[in-house]
């Protein structure tokens, strides 16, 4: 599969995947969205929970990882990450998107490590963020029920990924997540939001990041 860099409005860069004509980030801006989808809407969620338990749902680049570490120790707050990814990106396309040049030199460090570590166990990149990268199928990925707090649903989207939205996966998503638990995604297609109010989901619509008008939170309630 080909994979491109190109530079998104906010100037930070995402890869794009010609033969699917879809990006890994938005094109009105990586970093903002990033920011607003999984860290505003996401992560401030769960802020006074002093440990937060986090599955992101589309590893990829490794950027809503680098942003909860960097929350992680503004905050002083304890992360549990895990992200499944299976189809891993290429180390030098990791090095030429260059996310560590948006972020405090402190922090280049680990997320190099982060793409170096070693897949599917744990690894404490500090005493407040462990971290762990799951290489497999996320229909092949046993579960485990009511240990997660906070999902990142950050697939591509269903026009080009159509299976990764399927209610027999979004279905592992609410029994991962625990009670009060919170799935979060930029995706707002109707018939998501109606597949995942079938699973038992409560629906917030709330605004999306630039160039998206809404994006959805859906709450194990």
């Known amino acids: 599969m080909k994979r491109e860099i190109i530079q998104t409005a906010d100037g930070s860069n995402t890869i794009y995947i010609p033969e699917m004509d879809e990006n890994y980030h938005s094109s009105h ?14 992560l401030e969620l769960k802020k ?32 549990l990450y895990k992200g499944i990814e299976a189809y891993p990106v290429e180390q030098e396309l990791i090095q030429a998107i260059r996310y560590e040049d948006l ?13 170096e570590l070693s897949w599917n166990e744990p ?8 971290f762990e ?17 906070l999902v990142f649903y950050d697939a591509f989207g269903p026009r080009a990924q159509e299976a990764m939205w399927h209610p027999s996966i979004l279905k592992k998503m609410y029994d991962m997540l625990k009670p009060n638990g919170t799935l979060v995604t930029y995706c707002a297609k109707g018939q998501v939001k109606r597949d995942l109010k079938a699973l038992g989901f409560t ?5 999306g990041p630039p160039g998206k008008r809404e994006m959805t939170l ?4």
Not at 108 to 114: I, T, V
Not at 123 to 130: C, D, I, Q, R
Not at 218 to 221: C, S
């Open 103 to 115: 972020v405090d030199e402190k922090y280049h460090a680990g997320f190099q490590q982060m793409h």
């Open 218 to 221: 859906a709450h194990k309630v």
């Open 29 to 42: 801006g990586a970093l903002q969205e990033a920011l607003h989808v999984f860290i505003k809407n996401g």
């Open 203 to 207: 629906i917030e619509s709330v605004p």
């Open 123 to 130: 690894h404490a990149l500090t005493s407040n963020f462990t």
């Open 133 to 149: 990268k799951i290489h497999a199928k996320i229909e092949e990925y046993q579960v485990k029920e009511e240990c997660v707090d």
């Open 48 to 79: 006074d929970l002093s440990t937060i338990n986090i599955f992101e749902m589309g590893f990829g680049t490794g950027l809503n990882s680098l942003l909860s570490y960097i929350e992680s120790d503004k905050k002083n707050q304890q992360i």
